[in-house]
């Protein structure tokens, strides 16, 4: 059973969100509220395994919320198209994904299992505005950005280019030609040296450092939601 806490500020919509992914199977609520302090209280003594969380008009306040929050809980943001700024901070503060608030009650519930296996969910419409915000706001090549990027070997670069593409584990190990349990300790040690939480930041990470080229879209447009799968 997937444990899910509902962050939203209009009180229509908590319910509505509430009395939705209660009535769906696996999903449990075991929480709501308004305050994002209080989200951030409550998500770390009850431990849900989803903050499902309003993403629009963030802010810096919000995205310093999700950044709290995703240390405890995985976070799922409803964000509406246009959101690029705020939707890209809240990437690389650790949310876990990312779907348009018109998703279907099925899709908001795949998206909420998906985001609780550690796997990301981005819908389509967004993906566009997450790139540009890239190529506009976060230049390329910081001393920063480039000393995480030193401490990568060739192979793991390949892993944080083909994840960023929206490859699962097991599509990476075939095009790599490796186990599939090596591109999850490949993963997990590329976190550790670059300093980053979740597998969504290696999104990012390599537009930034110039893994992955802009002008191509980073993950495979099929059905909303999208999974950049483990």
């Known amino acids: 059973m997937v444990t899910v806490f509902v962050l939203h500020q209009q009180s229509l919509q908590r319910l509505g969100l509430r009395m939705l992914l209660s009535a769906q199977p696996g999903l449990t609520v075991v929480g709501e509220t308004a305050d994002e302090a209080e989200a951030v209280r409550m998500s770390d003594r009850l431990r849900p395994d989803v903050v499902v969380m309003d993403g629009s008009g963030l802010g810096t306040g919000g995205i310093e ?7 405890a809980s995985r976070v799922l943001l409803l964000s509406s198209s246009g959101d690029d700024a705020d939707a890209y901070a809240a990437l690389r503060a650790g949310a876990g994904g ?11 519930a795949s998206a909420v299992h998906t985001v609780a296996t550690g796997d990301v969910v981005i819908s389509p419409g967004l993906t566009r505005e997450l790139i540009d915000a890239v190529r506009s706001r976060r230049p390329v090549g910081t001393a920063e950005q480039a000393h995480g990027l030193g401490t990568l070997t060739g192979r793991e670069r390949d892993v944080v280019t083909a994840v960023a593409a929206g490859w699962s584990n097991a599509e990476i190990a075939e095009r790599l030609h490796i186990a599939p349990t090596t591109v999850k300790s490949h ?3 590329i976190l550790t040296k670059i300093g980053a939480r979740a597998r969504v930041q290696l999104v990012p990470f390599a537009y930034e450092n110039g893994l992955v080229q802009p002008t191509v879209t980073p993950l495979r447009m099929a059905a909303p939601p999208l999974s950049v799968a483990a």
């Open 98 to 108: 990312f779907v348009l608030p018109d998703v279907t009650p099925d899709e908001l």
């Open 187 to 189: 993963v997990s040690n």
């Open 65 to 71: 919320t999700v950044r709290r929050i995703s240390h």
